[in-house]
């Protein structure tokens, strides 16, 4: 399964390697850039003397009328707790900073997009197949199974899910939707047709059924037991919204998600749960900030934690980063749920192959190889001999190697051949890509005896059992964080993922008319775990604010932590991809320890907390006496050593451990008595601050057979000597930043533009790190710069020390903003996500640059840099750039 998920990542991410410049398109590609904003106002009651006005809507629209500002509102928001604004349009971004001087406006922030979530991995099953009987093994090892054993199964409790929608005709989500179904409310925002880049056209009918991704979610909290897999939601009976945010393609945008999250909160929802994000790293950004909101509220609001664990550290997922929401990591199950066919004509054992139903093949058919080679590389990777027979009547025996599985089959297939088996060369027994074609993978062994067996001159055949076959075999990776978990902490060092549910290899059920159910990965499977184990602790303890505002300790504390290999050989999993560690809901549910906060953040090394206090409550009936301990997880190398990139994932791991002392390493408590814990964490010592190790670790309270915890994340290193604009030559085979020229080429010397047609020039840079400030400025052509990042050698470090203050740009007059961006989250190696503008004759303000010669002045603050120091900003300026328009 490993192999399989590597697969799918690698696909799109492969290794660190220079890229074309000619693939960079002439256009602006920064996340968060248009003149789409969400304006933040206070609510009436807070402005009392206003009142007389109108609404604060009214206020607001009124006052950016009477300073001509250019606007156009499309959504208003008006929940008072919890937000009161509204999504507009600016004629021009630069009235941003006009905005936040309007009298009640408290926040202006970029509409950001979130891509659809996709599944990493996915195996559809056919209607109407046998069933495999499912030993429901995350509910097990969760303890959710000991909780529907008791009848505890989330009734009473109403879960709001944004995502595709939800298809209710499915006969295991209650086949119907409305007051007295399971699906009892929600609503369509979007429509299909809605992409994130057309307007949505909401209705009142959330159906999914044609992306299924939503379907997927809501089976994990709500499938109804006694269906043909034997599985079961974790919360079956819990009530469903369904919100559709996501149209049958495409994106969604903060906008929809901030009115969905308000409608939940509007239906009385007390739990809202969101499968979808994107890598951000910061805590900023309306979704996150509202989700948040609602999570300090009193209800519970899980989101996913993201996908992106090939992408290495630092590359949080927004909204799963608002401050006060469960982010959810995901683990992988125990296992993996197969079929097996059976072997005619010699003797072996039923041969396991890769999918969760059977495959649709009748009666017994002889087997062909298409080498008798058990060895062979490049198997029907070319077209096979005129002389090979019709294969119309075989299952035929193909090796894997060289070539894809689809071009094996293709060369094949031309033979009449319809079905197939594919053997592992060792690269890993895995589902498979097959195109339109009914293959398979069997294990390496298996397909080796089948072929020699060929070999030798046995006729062997095979079936395929359409009831029978199911089996389940132990996932190599169960129970370890899933290996495309995003890596954190956030950029201004909070603590995320919060913590790890199953979300590796779920059967669950998808839309009626796409197959009814299918096996999925990914932190979106997670995140429905945790919202139903959030509504068995409301089923439980009730659905008050202050069990809602508690829940994510008491989740946090009572979890598992997760090791990095299942021989304990490795050390612990950093905090940073697991969090606090593997939900265990039973434990949450019945903790008669209490322990907060769960999370102790010691942050880098200039604003160290290395003295950190947590309470530990006695909620049972018998005196306890409590022993500490420590348990360091391995410390997450979060920087390669002698470069400025990010490590990719699996993040390299050393252990080099902090150290713990406490002020009393034993206490007792009497029922309802309370100890505060004080624990002294030092860093650890040898850890090089040049890869920004990040170490964490776990601070066990036990009592007996109970136990708790409280996970500490730090930093060995300040995070203001991080470099955040990449100034190397790694990623284009030329350093950048660079100016793009009407060709496409790197701009050298001075050089003219027309602002003609493809005549203007194009700024291409990454982010090597985040970077909650980054402004292009118009200077004058004769601007030198003392200490920018233009003097350094690629790949050199000069930390803390790139600006001497005395030639800094604070001294160098600006003629204009051509962009002002606000938190940028760090690129990733992928192409397609570097940061372009296309710089045109205007400035931000839409007035003319008058004709002449100037240089753009790129600044990027760094992180836990003083926006209003010059020196806490790196900068680079462009060479010449001749306005002649
Ligand atoms: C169905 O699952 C339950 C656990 O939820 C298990 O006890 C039972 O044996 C399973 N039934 C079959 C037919 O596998
Ligand atoms: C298998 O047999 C059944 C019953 O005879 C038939 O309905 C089905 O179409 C057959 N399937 C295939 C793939 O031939
Ligand atoms: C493999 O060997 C068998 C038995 O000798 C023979 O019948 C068959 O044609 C061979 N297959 C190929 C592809 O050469
Ligand atoms: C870490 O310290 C920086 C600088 O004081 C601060 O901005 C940031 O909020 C801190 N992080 C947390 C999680 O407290
Ligand atoms: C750009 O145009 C100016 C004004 O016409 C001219 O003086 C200058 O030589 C031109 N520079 C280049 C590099 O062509
Ligand atoms: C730089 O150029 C500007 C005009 O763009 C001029 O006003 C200024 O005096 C020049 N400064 C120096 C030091 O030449
Ligand atoms: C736009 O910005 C430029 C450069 O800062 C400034 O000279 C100009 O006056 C501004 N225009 C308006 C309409 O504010």
């Known amino acids: 399964m490993k192999a399989a998920l590597s697969l799918a990542l690698l696909g799109a991410t492969s290794v660190w390697a220079a890229h074309d410049l000619s693939g960079v398109k002439r256009v602006t590609n920064v996340p968060g850039l248009s003149n789409k904003f969400i304006v933040e106002v206070a609510a009436a009651s807070d402005i009392p003397s206003k009142r007389a006005l109108g609404t604060p809507h009214e206020v607001l629209y009124r006052s950016l009328r009477e300073r001509k500002i250019g606007f156009s509102v499309h959504q208003e928001y008006d929940v008072p707790d919890i937000f009161v604004g509204a999504a507009v349009t600016l004629t021009d971004a630069e009235s941003v900073a006009d905005i936040l001087k309007t009298e009640g406006v408290l926040a202006i922030r970029p509409i950001h997009s979130y891509a659809r979530p996709v599944p990493v991995s996915s195996k559809q099953c056919a209607p109407g197949d046998a069933g495999v009987p499912d030993s429901e093994s995350t509910h097990l090892a969760s303890g959710v199974a000991k909780l529907h054993a008791m009848g505890i199964t989330g009734k009473g409790v109403k879960i709001g899910i944004l995502d595709t929608g939800i298809d209710y005709t499915h006969p295991s989500l209650g086949a119907g939707f409305g007051a007295g179904f399971k699906v009892a409310g929600g609503y369509d925002l979007v429509g299909d047709a809605y992409t994130g880049a057309n307007d949505p056209v909401p209705d009142s009918d959330p159906l999914d059924q044609c992306a299924g991704h939503g379907t997927h979610v809501a089976g994990i909290i709500g499938c109804n037991p006694g269906n043909p897999f034997n599985i079961s939601g974790v919360a079956y009976d819990a009530t469903l919204y369904a919100y559709r945010i996501f149209g049958c393609a495409g994106s969604v945008n903060d906008d929809v998600i901030v009115d969905a999250l308000l409608k939940g909160v509007k239906d009385g929802v007390d739990i809202l749960s969101l499968s979808l994000g994107g890598p951000s790293g910061w805590t900023e950004g309306t979704g996150s900030v509202v989700a948040s909101r609602i999570a300090k509220s009193g209800r519970i609001v899980t989101i996913a934690a993201g996908n992106e664990g090939s992408s290495g550290s630092w590359y949080t997922s927004s909204p799963g980063n608002g401050l006060d929401v469960i982010s959810v990591a995901s683990a992988d199950n125990t296992v993996i749920p197969l079929q097996s066919l059976t072997v005619e004509g010699a003797t072996h054992a039923p041969i396991v192959y890769y999918s969760a139903l059977p495959l649709k093949v009748n009666g017994t058919l002889p087997l062909y190889a298409v080498s008798n080679d058990t060895a062979v590389v490049d198997d029907a990777c070319n077209p096979l001999p005129a002389s090979t027979p019709d294969l119309s009547k075989f299952v035929v025996l193909i090796r894997r190697g060289t070539c894809s599985f689809v071009s094996k089959l293709d060369n094949v297939a031309k033979f009449g051949a319809q079905t197939f088996l594919i053997y592992d060369n060792g690269a890993g027994f895995a589902g498979i890509e097959v195109g339109k074609y009914k293959a398979v993978m069997i294990q390496a062994e298996d397909g080796v005896f089948l072929g020699k067996q060929l070999a030798a001159g046995t006729a062997v055949s095979v079936s395929f059992p359409q009831t029978g076959g199911a089996t389940e075999i132990p996932a190599p990776t169960g129970g370890l964080v899933s290996d495309f978990t995003t890596y954190g902490p956030t950029n201004d060092f909070y603590f995320k993922p919060a913590i790890t549910a199953y979300g590796g290899n779920i059967l669950s059920t998808i839309p009626v008319p796409l197959g ?86 010691v942050n880098d090394t200039a604003h160290f907390a290395g003295r950190q206090k947590f309470n530990v409550k006695n909620t049972g009936r018998k005196v306890k006496t409590y022993t500490l301990s420590h348990v360091p997880a391995g410390t997450a190398l979060t920087v390669t050593a002698g470069s400025i ?241």
Do not use: C
């Not at 996500?833 to 003319?848: D, E, H, M």
């Open 516 to 601: 009814s159910w299918a096996l999925e990965s990914g932190t979106s499977m997670a995140t429905p775990f945790m919202a139903g184990s959030a509504a068995l602790l409301f089923s439980v303890k009730g659905k008050s604010a202050s069990v809602g505002r508690a829940a994510r300790a008491l989740f946090e504390s009572t979890s598992m932590p997760i090791s990095t290999s299942h021989t304990d050989g490795g050390p612990y999993q950093t905090a940073t991809q697991q969090g606090t560690g593997l939900v265990n809901v039973y434990d949450a549910v019945f903790a008669t320890t209490v322990l907060s906060p769960a999370e102790l953040i």
């Open 645 to 885: 990139f990010p490590a990719k994932g699996p993040v390299p791991l050393s252990t080099d451990y902090a150290s713990v002392s406490f002020n009393q390493n034993k206490f007792t408590l009497f029922p309802g008595q309370t100890h505060t814990v004080v624990a002294t964490i030092k860093p650890p010592t040898g850890a090089d601050p040049k890869t920004f190790p990040v170490y964490s670790g776990f601070i066990y309270a036990t009592s007996g057979a109970e136990r708790v915890h409280a996970t500490y994340l730090g930093l060995a290193a300040s995070l203001k000597d991080k470099q955040v604009v990449d100034n190397t030559d790694a990623m284009f085979g030329v350093r950048i930043p660079v100016v793009l020229d009407a060709t496409g080429a790197p701009q050298g010397a001075a050089a003219n533009y027309t602002f003609v047609g493809q005549d203007s020039p194009v700024l291409l840079w990454r982010q090597a790190f985040g970077s909650a400030a980054v402004r292009l400025d118009l200077v004058s052509a004769n601007t030198t710069l003392k200490g920018s990042l233009n003097a350094r050698a690629p790949l050199l470090f000069s930390f803390g020390h790139g600006h001497d203050g005395g030639g800094s740009f604070a001294k160098v007059p600006t003629l204009g903003a051509l962009v002002s961006m606000e938190y940028l989250p760090r690129n990733d190696e992928a192409q397609s996500l570097q940061n372009t503008v296309a710089i045109s004759n205007t400035y931000a303000n839409g007035t003319k640059i008058p004709n002449g010669a100037y240089k753009v002045l790129l600044r990027a603050l760094k992180v836990t840099g003083d926006p209003k120091n010059a020196a806490d900003y790196e900068s680079w300026l462009s060479p010449v750039i001749g306005f002649a328009a």
